[in-house]
T-cell receptor, first 113, second 113 residues
């Protein structure tokens, strides 16, 4: 069973702090990795995609990928109360000739004013 | 524009009813997906259409029947559902089925009575 594991939450940080969300995956051949944000009662929203080792920055968000360690993370700088949501790590895993997006269980982030 | 639309937003149906969920995208994407999401759980893949052909069926019960009339539209026909089928049904699309990012619609909240 190919899996995606996220650090168990909930995670609580003060406003203005850095929130760090972590994810590991079991399938060594995975090539594409995503972070989705999901507010309560809403659908997942893609916030970051990363395909190569290293860091990728987009505004206050930085995704980090280390394929050798099978590890992907998301850093949120200057956290805001509006960042409070569940963050889903997703990995494209090949099954036969098809790609399937496999999600971790999610980490609930609360940013306290 | 990364918009995927879904109708209806909410649906309540009895166990003997037949209803359909609809999904539409105008991004020129060639892969479309149906997911089911229960409360506090990650999305679970149900079906994948790639270039208008069904490429993945995750052993979904036959009371769920997908249809892809053209590259922009995706339907999910529902018949004789059970109360445990109550969930948020999410449609997503991606440029192709080759591991690219997926964009989710707002979902249909389904309640089976």
């Amino acid at each position: 069973q190919k899996e995606v594991e996220q650090n168990s939450g909930p995670l609580s940080v003060p406003e203005g702090a850095i929130a760090s969300l972590n994810c590991t995956y079991s399938d060594r051949v995975s090539q594409s990795f995503f972070w989705y944000r999901q507010y309560s009662g809403k659908s997942p929203e893609l916030i970051m995609s990363i395909y190569s080792n290293g860091d990728k920055e987009d505004g206050r968000f930085t995704a980090q990928l280390n394929k050798a360690s099978q590890y992907v993370s998301l850093l949120i700088r200057d956290s805001q109360p509006s960042d409070s949501a569940t963050y889903l790590c997703a990995v494209n895993i090949i099954g036969g000739s098809n790609y399937k997006l496999t999600f971790g269980k999610g980490t609930l982030l609360t940013v306290n004013p | 524009d990364t918009e995927v639309t879904q109708t209806p937003k909410h649906l309540v149906m009895g166990m003997t009813n037949k209803k359909s969920l609809k999904c539409e995208q105008h991004m020129g994407h060639r892969a479309m997906y149906w997911y089911k999401q229960k409360a506090k759980k990650p999305p679970e893949l149900m079906f994948v259409y790639s270039y208008e052909k069904l490429s993945i069926n995750e052993s979904v019960p036959s009371r769920f029947s997908p249809e892809c009339p053209n590259s922009s539209l995706l339907n999910l026909h529902l018949h004789a559902l059970q109360p445990e089928d109550s969930a948020l049904y999410l449609c997503a699309s991606s440029p192709s089925g080759d591991g690219y990012e997926q964009y989710f619609g707002p979902g249909t909240r389904l309640t089976v009575t």
